[in-house]
């Protein structure tokens, strides 16, 4: 979920963009040589399977696919999805760039949290462990963002409590669905036999 | 073999749409900044609609445009949707309106000024604003490439239903799409090598030469006096 333009208070819209500078500026540190266009194309693959609606119940919802990137990009989950959203406030008018350094801030960093996390899990590659790493990717990256947002938007006044309540809310179904997905994706790049740390 | 075509080409909304697609992206992606902040900024609906007249002279230079205009301000965004709604019923109806009114405002620039340029140009204006060479090659390689992985999950998608995969709430619906996911990070990972190697073939030196060269026209100068004289007078009656 992207904040768009025209929410959050000047200084929420500042922090964000020096947090993402920051995570920007080790990320982009991080990749040198094949690891650019390698980032550039996983970034294009997380982009395309977040637009995929998965069926949950009676209603869809859209994957944010943040621990995964993470788990597999380390820091440099931070360009890729800042790419990610840049295109989408460009193309569709979705998010915006005002917000853009929140927004890359709300989804990247719990991907760098969620790496650090699962990290030993994917070393280890046994099926438990890999199904473990879905789980814990999954509900540290859906969930710390869904933190953030609701943070964000409880800070803009008090008549904002509701709106970020259901924001969280809207998040559980996304995490639920995610975890399944995650852990399956980790058992079929295990098997294919590409290295799990991209 | 990679059954998926070359990617489709997609551009933004606005390209090449009226008069203000025919100015420099470098004024226009600048301006804008100074226009969208000082809007994100805007404590009342009278900072914002000190703006609108402005917004709204951008848009008139496009309004041939109008239904992808609307499209893309009114349905586009199911957040702004949803923080306006749950502001007018359970919490502050100015914030809603105040919110709504923001939004359109930054969004109508966004449109007019960004979108009215190709990818490809404003990606060569922010090089000439000094934004990180390798942030932009990942831009670069990541627009190149969309609609080639796109391709391949549609291609996917087909290739799965046409042996009756039906999306469902179940474990195998989520294996399917997570093996979906799986075979797009393959390629993908085997795609950037083949990438990578061309280009060291070819000498990539980590800049791609440009055909056409950005030139600041009399045009240029006149929008952006204007535009930073309008700025100027807004910010000094409305936000001082």
Redesign the interface.
């Given at each position: 979920m992207h904040i768009s333009e025209g929410v959050l208070p000047g200084w929420c819209l500042i922090t964000g963009w020096v947090l993402t500078s920051a995570g920007l500026y080790v990320g982009l540190k991080s990749i040198n040589g094949r690891k650019i266009p390698r980032t550039a194309l996983l970034s294009a693959v997380f982009f395309v399977a977040s637009l995929i609606h998965v069926p949950i119940g009676v209603t869809s919802v859209h994957l944010l696919l943040n621990g995964l990137a993470g788990a597999l990009l380390g820091w440099a989950v931070f360009p890729a999805l800042f790419v990610a959203l840049l295109f989408q406030a460009l193309l569709f008018q979705f998010g915006g760039i005002t917000v853009l350094g929140v927004n890359t801030f709300n989804m990247a960093f719990p991907g760098v949290v969620a790496y650090y996390v699962v990290k030993p899990l994917l070393k280890k590659g046994t099926t438990g462990s890999l199904i473990a790493a879905g789980v814990l990717a999954a509900l540290i990256g859906v969930f710390l963002a869904a933190t953030f947002v609701s943070a964000e938007l409880m800070s803009v006044g008090s008549s904002f409590t509701k709106t970020a309540e259901l924001a969280f809310l809207a998040h559980i179904p996304v995490a639920a669905v995610e975890m399944v997905i995650n852990s399956f994706v980790f058992l079929y790049l295990k098997k294919s036999g590409i290295p799990l740390e991209v | 073999m990679d059954t998926a075509t070359e990617g489709e080409k997609?551009e933004?909304?606005l390209n090449g749409e009226g008069l203000l697609s025919r100015l420099d992206p470098r004024v226009k992606i600048v301006l804008?900044?100074v226009l969208?902040?000082t809007?994100?900024?805007a404590g009342n609906l009278l900072q914002v609609f000190a703006f609108l007249p402005l917004a709204l002279l951008f848009y008139a230079t496009a309004y041939r445009k109008t239904a992808t205009i609307l499209k893309?301000?009114l349905f586009?965004?199911f957040?702004?949707l949803?923080?306006v709604l749950?502001?007018l019923f359970?919490?502050?109806p100015y914030?809603g309106v105040?919110?709504?009114?923001?939004?359109?405002?930054?969004?109508l620039f966004?449109?007019l000024l960004?979108?009215t340029s190709s990818?490809f140009d404003?990606l060569h204006a922010l090089h000439h604003l000094k934004v990180?060479n390798?942030?932009l090659?990942?831009?670069?390689?990541?627009?190149r490439?969309?609609f080639?992985?796109?391709d391949q999950?549609q291609l996917a998608e087909k290739s799965a239903k046409s042996r009756g995969f039906i999306?469902?709430?179940s474990?195998q619906?989520?294996?399917t799409?997570?093996?979906?996911?799986?075979?797009?990070?393959?390629k993908?990972?085997f795609?950037?090598?083949n990438?990578?190697k061309a280009?060291i073939s070819r000498g990539f030196k980590g800049y791609f030469p440009v055909f056409r060269h950005f030139e600041l026209g009399k045009l240029d100068v006149i929008f952006a006096l204007f535009t930073i004289i309008y700025w100027g007078v807004a910010v000094w009656r409305f936000y001082l």
């Open positions: - | 997609v933004t909304p804008f900044l969208a902040w809007v994100a900024l893309l301000l586009a965004d957040f702004l949803f923080v749950t502001q359970l919490g502050s914030e105040l919110i709504f009114f923001k939004s359109t405002v930054i969004v966004s449109l960004l979108t990818v404003l990180p390798k942030l090659q990942i831009t670069f390689f990541f627009y490439y969309l080639t992985v796109k999950l999306p469902k709430t474990i619906t989520y294996k799409y997570a093996y979906f996911m799986g075979n797009l990070l393959l993908s990972y795609k950037s090598e990438v990578y280009l």
